[in-house]
């Protein structure tokens, strides 16, 4: 198959899966069934792009010409493949969750739910292939608009008022601050197409470039640096596969994504390092690292804590997209990958909990990882990966990361990651271990009725949290691949040569 | 036939419908007159989509009324610019009429249907009038048939809420003023000129040095051109006119006439008088910069708590108008493109908005917000509309407000006023509260106990989506829309109207 079908083709598909969706609202076997279909055809497509494109093929599409010189277009590169690998690889999992999930909490509107999933996926897939920032922004702008009616879901007050910091953050710092980089950039460099090395070199004075790179890091919403960053925790009121695929994996990626992308092609690795524009950025992040984990400590609800968690661990991408070396580029690139099976993980568990207990709170949650076995262990798995310990996936991302601090000399930032993984093991691992000690539930007499009852979570729900789980382990061997899969991003960069000085 | 058509085009643009109005009121029959009435104005869109493409390459086509040659004779040129309008104009008149037809069955008493139409094409004729001449006083006489029809299609909305003819009288009112101050300052330009034409006034102008005669000229004729467009201070006539119309003609006068004004204000900036002169320039930067900013804001901040739906898109339209003052008074090609460009992008954007409206005031009958709970479940397409029309309003990605949003701020960067794009994006921030504090009643909100209502009529929802398609197509596709405006920002900037360059086609050329 050409290498331009199958982009259009996975572009296409999600987008058709949205209408079908809508069209067969009113037979729920065919419905869910034919969108795990169209998932598990839309990551095949995505593994075959993979293999086209490192065979060699042509990779440029054009869709629209938007005005002189500037155009809506799709073009295929390491870091947009990974992130679709990663996106359309767990939405089919992510899809077997949901139904279990929205049938076993008899939750409402199901095609609406299913059709903005598919919608956002289509949104990701633009964004993980948009050729110039455009068209980049073009997706980001659906994926908020695509995920809000997700957010907002329940359409109680509280949703509402979630909803509307989310979309009020996302969308308001999008347009004041990512349009104006935008525009800005393409007054100064008269084009924004992504190119290696980026477009800004020797033309952009070197006092403006911090300026122009607050307002990406601030316009990008969607990567949670702080002060932005309230949104997320406010999404927490969406059902649970939302919060697991989109503000675990889709959405929050996207962000730290278009963050790495502009880093990488907007400023180029090497312009940041040799003018030292993002050094604000490095250090931000890393506030953003400590205080995030530092919320994270104090929330007594799970899914929130979760968040706090997934705001720190983005903020790792950011860091490493502002130290401006290779190798921060790739730990920031192979992180998004551990994160992604780490944090999903995490997310579905809490999903499971809630769907086979109704409890949300952490401090409820004694003694039910006798009840809940596999939720339980695949939470602990999850959480060491996140926290960085081999054999699991999230070690790598943190070593890289720990190199590319190292190779600029930046010993505070080690400490940072350090001081980052031991808040990590303080606000996951109690988690876990509630589940096992304290034997609450036999002791808890009050609530012995409710208890009796509790038994894992649905096997729809199960068994997906149970694959990412070993996603984390399986990950970790697989590393080296995904490195490898990442190094054209940076050939050829000065960094690479002075990084092992 | 065809040929006849073409040679004569400028003036047949203007004539099918000033000409479709008598036969109308002879038709008597509701179905004849709307039939008359739409063919009338689908020929003017095919003229003027004709004329469009003439003058893409920079040509200005100067046709002569009755063979005499101007100045004596009157004269209609047409440039990249007006073109765009009349192009404007005629496609948003042959969109609006069927959705009329089904419309105004509520509203209007059947008896008056006729007159309705023949209103209506008076009122396109009169616009059209306005853009395409290039004779001073005919401006002012195709002015006040449009202002006069207008006002009396305002008073129609009586049926429904009688204070529609308190409306149409303060504009009535409002409107002759501005009216007065734009002969007014004609009167003065004459003095010093000696001639009306716009092409021979420009170049006696250039001619001698400017004066205070000249002066107090331009400014009559802005304040003037200001009232008719509502900018902001001078804006007091439009919500309310807006609010108590028959939805129909409020689609149709927020997505032309206001643009109309804009073009005669234009006109005399850039073709008659020049920004080189130190009196206009300073005019545009100290007066019309700070109000079209004023504009933005103000009316953006003053939608947010507007609970009529109609009257919240009406104090939008005035924000909407800032920003394409905004664009002139960037008084560079970016600036007018953006201009230009949103004349196009605003007009469909907020025809849909003010269609969506209308549909759910048809249903409904009610035009409060809080009265429009859960409607996204009972009419899903009307609604699903507005979101789309409503997004564009924003400048989303992906729909036509995009497009004018981002050539304004390219404008604001390349002119290094980069506080003015921050501006820019600040105000289209208020928009989203306002655009988000409808979609919230109409989606998030449960369905209230007993109100069974359906789906707006088809007649309605196939103008609305053709709007609301059209909203995403020049969002995507905007080469089109863009290189258009960008040929009429050169031609206005670079004084292309001046006598010399023309084509004449009419009686004697071609």
Not at chain 2, 425 to 454: M, N
């Amino acid at each position: 198959m050409l290498t331009q079908t199958l982009i259009l083709l996975i572009l296409g598909l999600p987008l058709a899966l949205c209408g079908f969706i809508l069209l067969t609202r009113n037979l729920p076997n065919i419905r869910d069934g034919m969108t795990f279909a169209g998932a598990v055809v839309l990551f095949l497509l995505v593994i075959t792009l993979t293999q086209q494109f490192f065979a060699g093929g042509t990779t440029d599409v054009e869709l629209i010409q938007f005005q002189a010189g500037l155009s809506i277009s799709l073009h295929v590169e390491p870091l947009g493949l990974l992130f679709a690998l990663i996106a359309s690889g767990l939405w089919t999992v992510t899809h077997i969750y949901g139904i279990g999930y929205m049938r076993g909490n008899n939750e409402k509107n199901h095609a609406r739910f299913f059709a903005c999933f598919a919608f956002a996926i289509f949104a990701t897939m633009g964004i993980a292939f948009s050729a110039n920032l455009l068209t980049l922004f073009l997706f980001y702008e659906a994926l908020t608009i695509s995920t809000y009616p997700l957010v907002a879901h329940k359409q109680n007050g509280e949703a509402r008022a979630g909803a509307r910091t989310y979309l009020g953050i996302l969308m308001g710092t999008s347009i004041a601050f990512l349009l104006t980089g935008v525009v800005w950039t393409y007054v100064l460099a008269g084009t924004l197409d992504f190119e290696l090395g980026g477009i800004l070199e020797g033309k952009v004075s070197a006092s403006l470039m911090p300026v122009l790179l607050a307002l990406f890091a601030f316009g990008i919403g969607k990567a949670a640096l702080m002060p932005f960053h309230r949104w997320l925790p406010a999404a927490m009121v969406a059902p649970t596969p939302v919060s697991a695929l989109l503000h675990a994996v889709a959405v929050v990626k996207a962000g730290v994504f278009t963050m790495l992308k502009v880093g990488v092609y907007i400023f180029g690795i090497d312009t940041l390092a040799s003018t030292g524009a993002s050094q604000w950025l490095m250090w931000l992040a890393a506030f953003s690292i400590i205080a995030a984990s530092t919320v994270a400590l104090s929330q007594n609800n799970l899914k929130k804590r979760l968040a706090y968690s997934t705001i720190s661990q983005l903020s790792y991408i950011t860091l490493g997209m502002a130290l401006a070396t290779s190798m921060g580029v790739i730990g920031g690139g192979l992180h998004i990958a551990t994160h992604a099976f780490g944090k999903i993980t995490l997310f579905m568990c809490a999903g499971a909990i809630y769907v086979a207990t109704h409890k949300t709170e952490i401090s409820d949650m004694r003694g039910l990882g006798w009840k809940m076995p596999f939720t339980f262990i695949a939470f602990g798995i999850a959480s060491l990966s996140i926290i960085g310990l081999p054999p699991l996936a999230g070690s790598w991302s943190k070593w890289a990361l720990m190199v590319a601090a190292a190779d600029t000399g930046h010993l505070i930032i080690i400490g940072v990651l350090m001081l980052s993984s031991m808040l990590n093991v303080a606000y996951l691992l109690p988690v876990f271990a509630r589940g096992f000690v304290g034997g609450g539930v036999r002791s808890d007499t009050r609530e012995k009725g409710l208890f009796g009852g509790i038994a894992e979570a649905p096997l729809f729900c199960v068994v997906p949290l149970c694959l990412t789980a070993l996603g984390c382990l399986v990950l970790f061997f697989y590393a080296g691949s995904v490195e490898a899969f990442l190094t054209p991003l940076v050939d050829g960069s000065a960094a690479t040569a002075t990084g092992s000085e | 036939m065809l040929d006849f058509a073409l040679t004569h085009a400028p003036i047949l643009t203007v004539l099918l419908p000033m000409l479709a109005a008598p036969i109308i009121v002879i038709a008597v029959h509701r179905t004849a007159a709307f039939i008359l009435a739409q063919l009338a104005s689908l020929g003017s869109f095919g003229l003027a989509l004709y004329l469009l493409a003439l003058t893409q390459d920079g040509t200005v086509l100067s046709y002569h009324l009755g063979g005499w040659a101007p100045p004596l004779g009157i004269e209609y040129r047409v440039d990249a610019a007006n073109a765009l309008l009349l192009v404007v104009i005629t496609l948003l008149a042959s969109i609006v009429l069927p959705y009329a037809r089904t419309s105004i069955e509520q509203e209007i008493d059947p008896g008056q249907h006729t007159l309705f139409y023949a209103c209506l094409m008076l009122c396109v004729a009169g616009l059209l009038g306005v853009t395409i001449t290039g004779d001073a006083f005919n401006i002012f006489v195709f002015l006040e048939v449009s202002s006069l029809s207008t006002y009396v299609l305002v008073a129609m909305g009586a049926k429904r809420d009688r204070r529609a003819l308190s409306a149409a009288y303060d504009y009535l009112v409002l409107g002759t003023i501005g009216a007065t101050f734009f002969v007014i300052g004609l009167g003065f330009v004459y003095m010093a000129t000696g001639t009306l034409n716009l092409a021979d006034i420009a170049q006696k102008i250039a001619e001698q040095d400017t004066n205070r005669t000249l002066q107090s000229g331009f400014a009559f004729i802005v304040v003037g051109m200001a009232l008719k467009f509502a900018m902001f201070p001078l804006h007091r006539w439009l919500p309310n006119a807006y609010t108590y119309a028959p939805s129909i003609i409020t689609t149709f006068l927020a997505a032309t006439a206001t643009k109309v004004a804009l073009l005669v204000l234009m006109r005399f900036l850039f073709s008659v008088y020049s920004t080189t002169f130190g009196f206009e320039r300073d005019t545009v930067v100290f007066v019309l910069l700070p109000l079209s900013l004023l504009a933005m804001f103000v009316a953006s901040f003053m939608a947010v708590f507007q609970p009529n739906l109609k009257r919240l898109l009406a104090y939008s339209s005035l924000a909407q108008v800032g920003y394409m003052l905004l664009g002139i008074s960037l008084l560079t090609t970016l600036g007018l493109t953006s201009t230009m460009a949103h004349m196009f992008n605003h007009a469909i954007t907020k025809g849909a908005l003010f269609m969506a409206a209308g549909a759910i005031i048809y249903r409904t009958g009610t035009a409060l917000i809080p009265g429009m709970a859960g409607l996204g479940k009972q009419m899903p397409w009307t609604c699903a509309a507005f979101v789309i029309a409503g997004l564009s309003l924003i400048g989303v990605p992906g729909t036509a407000g995009f497009v004018s949003k981002f050539i304004l701020l390219q404008g604001a960067f390349d002119k290094g006023w980069w506080f003015l794009a921050l501006l820019i994006v600040a105000s289209s921030l208020i928009a989203v509260v306002y655009i988000w504090r409808t979609l919230e009643v109409l989606y998030l909100q449960p369905v209230p106990e007993g109100r069974d209502i359906k789906e707006a009529p088809f007649g309605l929802l196939v103008p609305l989506w053709g709007l609301t398609l059209a909203c995403i197509w020049f969002g995507l596709d905007a080469d089109l829309v863009t290189s258009a405006s960008q040929a009429a920002a050169e031609g206005l900037l670079e004084g292309r109207f001046q006598p010399d360059a023309t084509v004449i086609i009419g009686p004697e050329g071609r």
